[in-house]
């Protein structure tokens, strides 16, 4: 099969084609490395620098001819997309539209997309499953649901497949050692933690302890990239074979707390990790686990990382 990864130079593009690599596909990686990195190339794809805001490239790439396009080409930071949306609605929002649209003019019929626990808001219920209503609170997760939705219009209007992949928290780096290029200015809580072992960073900032869970931090639901990247291949594997388009969250269902990931990286490194409390971060619910039954029945994905030291010793 041959597969064109649409940022795949970046933390989850380069885990989705290692895995894909290892299913023996044929793969051509797209990206503008603006986050991604040269570094996590891989000798055996191919490789084109180029903007998903550049259509005429987009076009021309996909004129290749793929039997399967996967696109992590979105900006991913929260906090960034509140400050700065016209340039999450220009890349998240265009950015679709360009790839579906290029996917219709090429012939291209099959797309995996990595969307975001982000798309339900505030959890009403847990664990969360794909049933949940959808009610994104920054501006992040409305450009997820928003190009979920495209593609259930181009599915409809234009017959192209479609897999929406509702990671979690993503966590972790491949065990082999094989992606090597790191997030520049991270926000998320296991890249922090790691900048704080490494001596980059003097403590880690812990939002909020007051919080309705056990030991007082939130809970989240921390799934390994490289069982994400897994995923990819099985739902690329399901949409060639004529099934429909779908929809799965992706998660371990285990929630771990803030402070559990501490205690798991002191027993990783053998050290203590410096803490600091300080305010909640707005927007943080208390708890968010995944109900990850629908990507188990139906695509037949089992995450391998259940232990969150096991998640914390490939991150470190
Ligand atoms: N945290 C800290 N200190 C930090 C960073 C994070 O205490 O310096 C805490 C947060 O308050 C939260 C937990 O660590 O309780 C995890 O925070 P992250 O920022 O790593 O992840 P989030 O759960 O906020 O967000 C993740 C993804 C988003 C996605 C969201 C909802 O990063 O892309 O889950 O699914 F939108």
């Known amino acids: 099969m041959k597969v064109l990864v649409i940022g795949g130079a970046g933390y989850i593009g380069s885990h989705v084609v290692k895995a894909l690599l290892e299913a023996n596909a044929s793969v051509t990686v797209y990206d503008d490395l603006s986050t991604g990195h040269k570094i996590n190339l891989f000798a055996k794809a191919a490789f084109v620098e180029g903007s998903i805001l550049d259509y005429g490239r987009l076009e021309q790439t996909m004129r290749q001819g793929f039997d399967a396009v996967v696109h992590l080409a979105a900006k991913k930071a929260v906090g960034e997309s509140m400050e700065n949306p016209e340039l999450y609605a220009e890349n998240n ?144 594997r399901r949409l060639l074979e004529g099934r429909p388009s779908a929809v799965y969250n992706l998660g371990t269902s285990n929630g771990v707390t803030v402070k559990e990931v501490v205690a798991a990286a002191e027993k990783v490194t053998g050290k203590p990790l ?35 030291e096991d998640i914390v010793k490939t991150e470190l």
């Open 274 to 308: 410096p803490v600091r409390y300080v305010d909640r971060r707005p927007g943080d619910p208390a708890v968010l686990v995944a109900s990850s039954k629908k990507a188990e029945t139906e695509l037949g994905w089992k995450p391998r990382y259940m232990r969150i």
């Open 93 to 236: 929002l265009i950015g679709m539209v360009n790839i579906l649209n290029a996917m219709s003019k090429s012939g291209c019929k099959v797309l995996v997309f990595s969307s975001s626990a982000a798309v339900y808001g505030m959890p009403e219920y847990l664990p969360v499953d794909e049933n949940h209503p959808l009610n994104p609170i920054n501006f992040y997760g409305f450009t997820k649901l928003e190009s979920e939705r495209l593609m259930a219009w181009y599915d409809r209007l234009k017959g192209i497949k479609y897999t929406a992949l509702r990671y979690f928290n993503a966590a972790g780096y491949d065990p082999d050692g094989a992606v090597k290029g790191r997030d520049s200015k991270p926000q998320n809580l296991l890249p922090i933690v790691k900048e704080v072992v490494d001596g980059q960073r003097e403590c880690l900032l812990i939002f909020g302890n007051d919080y309705d869970t056990r030991d007082g931090t939130c809970v989240r639901d921390y799934v390994h990239v490289s069982d994400l990247a897994a995923a990819h291949v099985l739902a690329i």
